[in-house]
């Protein structure tokens, strides 16, 4: 097929005249779209252009060759490529001639002459599987009335057993019928023979109940050549049962999961507010935070739990910032195992600081670790300083010189450089911190 | 860079009013597309070539089901860059 080739000249011809424009401005337009094109994705940039596609880079690794001369190996150097990935509309538009093909599932594998056919037969099969189905009921019919061999008889009566697959016992059973009267006496001994064994055959194959039109396609064709089914046609129809009880299996493996799935997110949503309700009535319950907490209400109860699902309904999964607590010199007297859920608790929730113990100057050499060794103790509670101190660092590596920080007033709990949680969390702070 | 960028980068080189740039931009997509339904091979001087390209119909095979599927002809565009853009990407370093 030889296509014609369009220049960007008669291009340029086109635009012109379609937007009524000169010559030149077309060309100039055309250039600097190029051009533009260009830059854009020498920048490494994606361009994407409305209703036609994108342009895009795409890297293509270096390769082993061989010279075809000396065969000495060579190695291709990588290379990037303008990779083009048409719109929707421009795909559309261009598939026009083949839009109305779509895929076709086939069970079975078609001879290469029906290939070419698959879409058009396989859009009515039932409809062509009756009209043979009949065809091959008259034909019968008339072998019947012309021989009386006995090879014959018995050929249609397997010939009759394969149409009857897709109809009901019943119906099998009264076609055996009209056949028996139909026939002479000497004929009679060989069907009677067959005929237990026939409602039998099909009851089987109707309990699997499967229908598949692309078998109809295959079987459909030989009809017209051989005049009857051969005992070959059943065997296909037995070996497709595999893949729809697959797809049953499949069906319920992804129900499962799917169930699975649902299950956890409800877990997930219910869990945190639940022990964090649970957690704060146990503390407001032990150290009086709350000072009406001694007779704290079912109404507070229930006030907080819609507190939880409201304000704070992002789970709790996040604790990127850290509380400091307002009264912190009541929690001396607590029990190691409240002390744990309650450290939980400060990691949880967001902070604040509102008290603070000095104010230090940057000078050269300062370093947030080293004042927080000195205030706190260890270094790796720097974070705290530095979350303090937010707004006036904008990069915690790099702090100008004579930058006032302030030292917060820290949680004894959260500054504990024996606990190893309290040392765990500051690091996982750091971790987000320093990049 | 998308469309509205695109528009806006020419409309700086060309010293035109984006809306002007937009109709143009319009009308080249729409003839591109044209000649393109009509199976010709569109060439870009220092760009590259678009083109039409037939894909035979093929059987496909599911991996896991086993389903075979017969999957039609259909026609695609194809965009093959030209070798000056090709010598152009070459200065561009690699990195991953």
Redesign the interface.
Known sequence: MIKEKISSQEIIDLVASKASVSKRAAEEFLKVMITSIEEALLAGEVVKIKNFGTFKLQWNEPRKSVNIQSGAEIILSGYYKVAFTPDTMLKEQVNEPFAHLVPVELDVEIKKDEQEEGAEIASDPLRIFTEQAFEIKNLIFEIQALSDSKSATSEAAIGLENITEEKTVNDVIEDERAIKSSYNEDDLDMIEVENPKIPERAQDLSTEDIENPAIINLISPEDKESKLISDLSVTPYLENIKPTKKRKIWMWILIILFSLSSLWTCFYFIYPPVTELTRETIANSQYSVNKIAENMSISEIVNSISKWFTSDAKPANKPVTIVIPKDTNDFDSIKQNQLIDSLQYLFDNPLVYREFVATERINEGSRLTLMSKRYYGTKDFWVYIYEANKERIPNPDKIAVGTLIRIPKLDSRLIDATNPRCLKKARELHDIYVK | ???KE?IA??AA??NAPKSV?E???????????E???E??????????????RKKE?R?SVHPS???????????????K?SNI??D???D?P?H?
């Open positions: 860079m998308n469309n695109l980068s020419m080189k060309m740039v109709v143009l931009l319009e009308t080249t997509v729409a003839t591109c597309t000649l393109l339904v199976e010709k091979t569109i060439g870009f001087q220092s760009f590259g070539n678009f083109e039409v119909e059987l089901t086993q389903i075979r599927t017969l999957i039609p002809p259909k026609l695609v565009v194809n965009f860059q853009l090709k152009k990407l070459k561009l690699h991953d």
